[in-house]
T-cell receptor, first 109, second 114 residues
Framework: GQNIDQPTEMTATEGAIVQINCTYQTSGFNGLFWYQQHAGEAPTFLSYNVLDGLEEKGRFSSFLSRSKGYSYLLLKELQMKDSASYLCAVRDSNYQLIWGAGTKLIIKP | TAGITQAPTSQILAAGRSMTLRCTQDMRHNAMYWYRQDLGLGLRLIHYSNTAGTTGKGEVPDGYSVSRANTDDFPLTLASAVPSQTSVYFC?????????????FGPGTRLTVL
């Protein structure tokens, strides 16, 4: 079966750095996405990785290792508004997105 | 621009009744999707449409039907609602012209079936 694993919940301090991990086992791989979802709102696109390595976009970076079936989202200089759920999704061989259950990130002052 | 709109925002529905969730996008995206999101689970694909006039089944299609008469609209119908269909429903669209084919989501419809 297809599976995306991420931690259920993480806590971090304002101004710090946090890394959210995602491991996947899917039938095929055609890219990995990270989305942010605030409570009661829609998911919004953060990043996309299809090749191994690090993609940096402002305070957010995303890393991919296809051989290990592993990705992480790195958030720097955490702000209270970063409190949200972070969803990892992999596009499989059928070009459909398989979604993890999300990681709820709690930021403390 | 409005992007993707969904209606209604929320609804309480008696079991056995039918209902159509509406979804409209103004981005001229070819592909559209319906997902449900339940606590502790990832988004699950119900139905999708790669282009107007075509539809396909996702991971959890039973009890739901869709149509895609034009590019902008992608309604989701529950013919006879059951309590297990209580969920938050998200519509999404993507422009497959780009290499990333990123999906963009509507605000969601919160449905409670009693």
């Amino acid at each position: 079966g297809q599976n995306i694993d991420q931690p259920t919940e993480m806590t971090a301090t304002e101004g710090a750095i946090v890394q959210i991990n995602c491991t996947y086992q899917t039938s095929g791989f055609n890219g990995l996405f990270w989305y942010q979802q605030h409570a009661g709102e829609a998911p919004t696109f953060l990043s996309y990785n299809v090749l191994d390595g690090l993609e940096e976009k402002g305070r957010f970076s995303s890393f991919l290792s296809r051989s290990k079936g592993y990705s992480y989202l790195l958030l720097k200089e955490l702000q209270m508004k970063d409190s949200a759920s972070y969803l990892c999704a992999v596009r499989d061989s059928n070009y459909q997105l398989i979604w993890g259950a999300g990681t709820k990130l709690i930021i403390k002052p | 621009t409005a992007g993707i709109t969904q209606a209604p925002t929320s609804q309480i529905l008696a079991a056995g009744r039918s209902m159509t969730l509406r979804c409209t996008q103004d981005m001229r995206h070819n592909a559209m999707y319906w997902y449900r999101q339940d606590l502790g689970l990832g988004l699950r694909l119900i139905h999708y449409s790669n282009t107007a006039g075509t539809t396909g089944k996702g991971e959890v299609p039973d009890g739901y039907s869709v149509s895609r008469a034009n590019t902008d609209d992608f309604p989701l119908t529950l013919a006879s609602a059951v309590p297990s269909q209580t969920s938050v429903y998200f519509c999404a669209s993507s422009d497959d012209a780009g290499s990333t084919d990123t999906q963009y989501f509507g605000p969601g419809t919160r449905l409670t079936v009693l």
